[in-house]
């Protein structure tokens, strides 16, 4: 017997410009779909810290954001 696998979850990856204007650094971040996170941490090039909710984002600070299915 075969059975179709069963969409479990979906994690997305961005590609986020660095919250100092002056700075070309790009920040990957990954997080699961299933609720809203944070982004903390600091940038490795200029050292500027951030906390950020993702859903808070301006489209003008992501570059990239892809969609990976996880099935069960």
Known sequence: MFFEPTLDH??????IKCFNKSCDNVIDFSYSEDFS???????PKCGTEYSRKI???KDSEIISRT???VYR
Do not use: A, D, S
């Open 37 to 43: 996170p944070r982004m903390v941490g600091e940038c």
């Open 55 to 57: 859903h808070g984002l």
């Open 67 to 69: 969609e990976q299915p």
């Open 10 to 15: 979906t994690i997305i990856h961005m590609k």
